[in-house]
């Protein structure tokens, strides 16, 4: 799979998981997968396969 542009070689991995791992909050995230936006409600049980692309946009306030 890829994350960001970056190779995991894994065949599944929890997006959960990940998320917490790398320490997104998930209120401040957008994911496309394999080209669709997913919806917030999708992520609790969402498992990313051996052949996803996926690309996580995290949003920072500022002024």
């Known amino acids: ?3 960001n542009g970056e190779k995991l070689d894994l065949k599944e ?3 959960m998981d990940f998320l917490k791992e790398k320490g997104y909050k998930t209120e401040l995230i957008a994911l496309e997968l ?3 936006i997913i919806p917030k409600d999708r992520f609790e049980n969402l498992i990313l396969k ?3 692309k996926a690309e996580i ?3 920072v306030g500022g002024g």
């Open 1 to 3: 799979m890829i994350i």
């Open 13 to 15: 991995l929890r997006l």
């Open 34 to 36: 394999n080209g669709e």
């Open 50 to 52: 051996e052949n996803d």
């Open 57 to 59: 946009v995290s949003f």
